[in-house]
């Protein structure tokens, strides 16, 4: 019979070699809405409630995984329901993304984002509102790599060596601008047009089909992965996004939003932070 010392050698053993994906999350309503309108997805972990909430996880059951921030368009009606609506699409949709081949994951997010685009469309018809509507930032890992998709001005940032790096692009008018050489990126961080989305789940485009920008796939093992909505990147500078994420905290999520709310706080704010 072995004794206590083999078996810990024996675990210890087993998991060498064994990939862990270390996550950190946080959403919080803010300083000055009344309601989250936020959601987020964390594989293995589902939707969130809709109330201020923070944790972390270690995970370590998988190779594969799917995590996103979803935002209700603030002022809109029924954002809050927008976004729900977005999450629980990516929940149903995560088994298909996670059994895919890296080659179809963009194929199979665009299909996501059109069943979601429906529904909320649907939603929207169904309650004569206006207008409503979610952003989406996804990352599905694959190892070590991460495919980053987004629609919207949610975002995705990679943080390595004390530099930060904002992997997605913000569908905006003021970013259209400035791709026109109409505006400067100073100019677009200031105008009101850097708010007005030019494309997110709920658009009116039932049965056409919507489709999400897609990434270069980055290595994140030398780096921390940040998904967030606006409400952080708003209210935070990347200085003090990269003093966060450069730390050894298991909370970066928690510590980001408090950031954001000690700064002022004007939207809602919601973060996964993932380290491999």
């Known amino acids: 019979m072995g004794t206590i010392s083999d078996f810990f050698d024996m675990v210890l053993h087993k998991n060498i070699g064994k990939q862990t994906v270390r996550i950190s999350y946080a959403s919080n309503v803010g300083k000055v809405r009344t309601k989250n309108e936020d ?3 964390i594989d293995g972990l589902g939707t969130r409630a809709k109330e201020n909430m923070a944790g972390n996880r270690i995970l370590n059951h998988s190779e594969r995984y799917v995590f996103a921030v979803c935002d209700g368009m603030g002022g809109e009606q029924f954002g809050d329901e927008a976004s729900s609506i977005a999450a629980r699409t990516i929940a149903h949709f995560s088994y298909v993304l996670n059994a895919s081949k890296p080659a179809d994951l963009s194929d199979n997010v665009n299909a996501l984002a059109t069943e979601a685009n429906n529904r909320i469309s649907g939603m929207v018809y ?3 509102a206006n207008l409503s509507g979610s952003t989406l930032v996804m990352a599905c890992l694959r190892k070590n790599m991460a495919y980053i998709f987004n629609l919207g001005d949610s975002r995705a940032y990679f943080c390595k060596g004390g530099v930060l790096r904002q992997i997605t692009d913000d569908h905006t008018v003021a970013r259209r601008k400035v791709k026109s050489d109409i505006i400067s990126e100073n100019e677009a961080k200031s105008t009101p047009d850097s708010h007005k989305l030019t494309t997110f789940l709920g658009i009116d485009t ?5 489709k999400a920008q897609s990434y270069e796939p980055i290595d994140i093992r030398s780096g921390v992965l940040l998904l967030c909505s606006d409400g952080l990147s708003d209210m935070c500078s990347e200085a003090e996004i990269t003093e ?3 730390g050894e905290h298991s909370n970066s999520a928690e510590r980001l939003v408090n950031k954001a ?9 919601t973060c996964i932070v993932i380290k491999i």
Not at 261 to 269: H, V
């Open 39 to 41: 959601d987020l997805f």
């Open 126 to 128: 169904a309650k004569r």
């Open 206 to 210: 039932r049965w056409i089909g919507l």
């Open 244 to 246: 966060i994420l450069s």
């Open 261 to 269: 709310i000690e700064n002022g706080g004007q939207d809602n704010i």
